[in-house]
């Protein structure tokens, strides 16, 4: 029963964006029809909070690297490209003073 109920939070309720409250709420609710007993409702509190958190970790990481890609497939400048010609145009402007006549 314990692993069944593990399945169906994981997968059916979508634990990544569950709250540590929701998941409390849950537990309750569990406890109170008798499925689980407290101690192991907190247990399943503990696991669900450590997954959603690595779950999160995860797809946040994942949708980083899939922005990252794009942005770059889409040939967009990055905050590294305009520093980097700011720092060029800075050095040409002192090129230029040093030189007025060229």
Known sequence: MKELLKHLAY??????FLTKDKIEALKDDLVKRGQ???????EFVQELVKKSASIKDS???????????EIKN?????????E???RQVEELQI????????
Do not use: C, M
């Not at 689980?36 to 907190?42: A, H, M, P, R």
């Not at 797809?59 to 890609?69: G, Y």
């Not at 090129?95 to 060229?102: D, E, I, S, T």
């Open 95 to 102: 090129a230029l003073n040093k030189n007025p006549a060229a």
């Open 36 to 42: 689980i007993q407290e101690d192991e409702g907190n």
């Open 11 to 16: 997968t059916g309720i979508g634990v990544a």
């Open 74 to 82: 889409l040939d967009i400048p990055t905050n590294a490209d305009f």
């Open 59 to 69: 797809l946040d990481l994942k949708i980083s690297r899939i922005i990252e890609r």
């Open 84 to 86: 980097n010609l700011r």
